[in-house]
């Protein structure tokens, strides 16, 4: 004789709980002038005012405004993968 026994979710209003898994986002952060992600930060440009300037190593853009583009992890791994041939 066998005992059923209530699983604890069906007792607390019968929603079995999902474990829900956070969709990765992740940014690329992009040069607003010519699109090209070879951007990198300025460290100390200025003496307390270099915090969070960027520089385009392609155009010489450099400011405060980068574009950002919110990607999945998919499509950065690949922007990662196009990235790394690029890079020397
Ligand atoms: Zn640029």
Do not use: H, Q
């Amino acid at each position: 004789m066998g005992k059923l026994t209530t699983p604890d979710w069906i007792l607390k209003g019968g929603k079995k709980p999902v474990k829900k898994k956070e969709k990765g986002i992740f940014k690329i952060r992009k040069c607003p002038k010519c699109g090209s992600d070879k951007v990198s930060v300025v460290l100390g440009a200025e003496e307390g005012n270099g915090n969070g300037e960027w520089e385009c190593k392609k155009c010489k853009w450099s400011g405060k405004n980068i574009s950002m583009d919110y990607v999945s992890e998919e499509e950065f791994m690949k922007y990662l993968d196009e990235k790394g041939e690029e890079v020397a």
